[in-house]
Every structure is written in structure tokens, then in C-alpha cells.
């Protein structure tokens, strides 16, 4: 063999070393990339199940504590409709203040 062709076996092994070594890489990155998708969709698929059943109950519990409450009278009606009248025109103008307009403090 002469000197030429051991440098371009040489050359040609790196290059098929680097190639190989690579493939490898890019395997064993793509393998733990979909295992961790596998882990994250598991994990979100579980706390998506857990937040619709947290809302269902919460709708039901909301609707058992509301069908035991006395109806409003009319003056808490005009009482009711005048803080949300109230609340309204506020964060109209002020749409992301945390003050409460009635004191100026924050909540």
C-alpha cells in the first residue's frame, strides 16, 4: 500500500466512523425524545382526565349549594346589580387593575 492510499483509507475511515457514530447519535436522541413525548402525553392525558372530573364535580357542587340558597330579595337584586355595574365601568377604564375601586387598595 503507499502512502497516498493509506491516507484516503484513513480519511475514509473517519469519514465512515463519524458517519456511523452519526446514525447512532441521532437513534439514541430520537429514541429519547419520543420517550419523553410518551412520558409527557401520559402525564398530560392524566391531568386532563383529573381536571374534567374536577369540573364535573365542582358543577354539581355548585349547582347543590345553589338550589339551597334562599332567593334573593329585591333589594339585594339592586344591590347585586348595582356592584357589578360598578365593577364594570371600573375595568372598563382599568381592565388590568387588581385595586378595588371602592377602598383603592389592593385585593
Known sequence: MTANQRVWGAIGA????????????????????????????LTATEHYREAKEFAKWSAQDRAEKRAELPPLTPEQRDQMRAYLRLMQEYHAFNPDSDVDPETGKPR
Open 14 to 41: 473517519v469519514i465512515i466512523t463519524g458517519t456511523v457514530f452519526k446514525v447512532t447519535y441521532f437513534r439514541y436522541c430520537r429514541e429519547m425524545m419520543i420517550q419523553q413525548a410518551d412520558k409527557s402525553h
